[in-house]
């Protein structure tokens, strides 16, 4: 079955470290790979996306994401977290052939906390 | 970029009522989705449309059905709640081009069944 799987319930970072947020990914073919945020009382907001090319993406506010096709990752990261970057975090996928319909997978989130 | 209203934020019902979750959005767009959220599961796929009167089932279809008669709302129908659908529930909408431009999801509804 294709799935996509966030390990980490939640993530602590102190503010101005390195955050990591992991994603792997289970699906046949070349995915589309997305990251979302979710703000408290909010709805989800479109972080970033891999589709083809450069294994690096960036974002919106200041975050990227690596593609590893050999170990099926799709890792969050950003060089130094804000307390206003605390928020649930979801990853993504597109299967290949969904075509325009554009049916997402969630992975079940992971919840980020910075502190102060 | 398009706006996407969900008509309650805050919802509570009875066992057995049936009931309407509404999304509309300002713009044109084909795709539309339903999702319902809930911790520890993350985002799952209800029903998605994309057309007027066209419905695909998603993942979780069962106790749920939808209607689009017109482009800009697609409503989401509990026929007889029951408190497993207790959940967060989310709209979402695919831009020309498909998932590749991002969704733009609601602010969301929150369904209490008692």
């Known amino acids: 079955a294709q799935s996509v799987a966030q390990p980490e319930d939640q993530v602590n970072v102190a503010e101005g470290n390195p955050l990591t947020v992991k994603c792997t990914y289970s699906?046949?073919?070349?995915?589309?790979l997305f990251w979302y945020v979710q703000y408290p009382n909010r709805g989800l907001q479109f972080l970033l996306k891999?589709?083809?090319?450069?294994?690096l993406v960036k974002g919106s506010y200041g975050f990227e994401a690596e593609f590893n096709k050999s170990q099926t990752s799709f890792h969050l990261k950003k060089p130094s977290a804000l307390v206003s970057d605390s928020a649930l975090y979801f990853c993504?996928?597109?299967?290949?052939?969904?075509?325009?319909?554009?049916?997402?997978?969630f992975g079940q989130g992971t919840t980020l906390q910075v502190k102060p | 970029d398009v706006k996407v209203t969900q008509s309650s934020r805050y919802l509570v019902k009875r066992t057995g009522e049936k009931v309407f979750l509404e999304c509309v959005q300002d713009?044109?767009?084909?795709?539309m989705f339903w999702y319902r959220q809930d911790p520890g599961l993350g985002l799952r796929l209800i029903y998605f449309?994309?057309?007027?009167?066209?419905?695909e089932k998603g993942d979780i279809p069962e106790g749920y059905s939808v209607s689009r008669e017109k482009k800009e709302r697609f409503s989401l129908i509990l026929e007889s709640a029951s408190t497993n659908q207790t959940s967060m529930y989310l709209c979402?909408?695919?831009?020309?081009?498909?998932?590749?431009?991002?969704?733009?999801f609601g602010s969301g509804t929150r369904l209490t069944v008692v």
């Open positions: 699906v046949s073919g070349n995915p589309y």
């Open positions: 993504a996928v597109s299967l290949p052939g969904s075509g325009n319909t554009g049916k997402l997978i």
């Open positions: 449309s994309y057309d007027v009167k066209m419905k």
């Open positions: 891999y589709i083809t090319g450069d294994n």
């Open positions: 979402a909408i695919g831009p020309p081009g498909g998932v590749f431009r991002g969704y733009t």
């Open positions: 713009m044109d767009h084909e795709n």
